[in-house]
């Protein structure tokens, strides 16, 4: 069992060049997540989706776009990337079965907007 | 929503304690958690409490709750080189889908 896999591992990008980032997950876990983490502002959500064919905006939605269109994949998509737009990017998803209900994170993609 | 605070930075010697705080402000939040970030890795979760108990042992991990003040401290005992990591701290308010994260305390260990 893979868990929660991300690609790439890393990536530098134009600015204004559209960008994927790709994530999955094999544990048939309903809710995923996108953070972006940055040194002193720890992680912050950018966007959610709760369950297949469902998404919601986190606190920094803006730039960013994901759809959710089956239970295992959850892309996040940069249109026209900006320097600002450099991070580390992690994805989650959520077991709501059991004792803590916990998240589970991707091993994450570092990329660097010139 | 849900704001968790937590300082920097934390350097303790080999062998000795580590206590890395954390406050937040949702005092409905029903789950904290703990969770470790090595170099280069994703976040993996170490322990956590329910919002009704006041401590929690795990092996060379104590977790206290002070719900009074808000505040959660991870008590790590004879700490170890492969301790250093990024330590988070975050909340789950109940019936809310989404889970708040700290600023993440950076633990040094010196040798």
């Known amino acids: 069992i893979a868990g929660i896999t991300q690609a790439p591992t890393s990536q530098i990008l134009a600015a204004g060049r559209r960008m994927t980032l790709r994530c999955t997950q094999d544990?048939?876990?309903?809710?995923m997540y996108w953070y972006r983490q940055d040194l002193g502002l720890g992680l912050r959500l950018i966007h959610y989706?709760?369950?297949?064919?469902?998404?919601g905006k986190g606190e920094v939605p803006d730039g960013y776009s994901v759809s959710r269109a089956n239970t295992d994949d959850f892309p996040l998509t940069l249109a026209s990337a900006v320097p600002s737009q450099t991070s580390v990017y992690f994805c989650?998803?959520?077991?709501?079965?059991?004792?803590?209900?916990?998240?589970?994170f991707g091993p994450g993609t570092r990329l660097t907007v010139l | 929503g849900e704001d968790v605070e937590q300082s920097l930075f934390l350097s303790v010697r080999e062998g000795d304690s580590s206590v890395i705080n954390c406050t937040y402000t949702?005092?409905?939040?029903?789950?904290l958690y703990w969770y470790k970030q090595e170099p280069g890795a994703g976040l993996q979760l170490l322990t956590y409490?329910?919002?009704?108990?006041d401590m929690k042992q795990d092996q060379r991990l104590t977790v206290l709750l002070n719900k009074k003040d808000k505040h959660l401290s991870l008590r790590i005992a004879d700490t170890q080189t492969g301790d250093s990591a990024i330590y988070f701290c975050?909340?789950?308010?109940?019936?809310?889908?989404?889970?708040?994260f700290g600023t993440g305390t950076k633990l040094q260990v010196i040798p």
């Open positions: 989650a998803s959520r077991s709501q079965a059991g004792t803590p209900d916990t998240q589970y």
């Open positions: 544990m048939r876990h309903n809710a």
């Open positions: 989706s709760n369950t297949a064919g469902t998404t």
């Open positions: 949702d005092s409905s939040s029903t789950y």
């Open positions: 409490i329910f919002s009704n108990m």
């Open positions: 975050a909340g789950l308010a109940w019936g809310y889908q989404k889970v708040t």
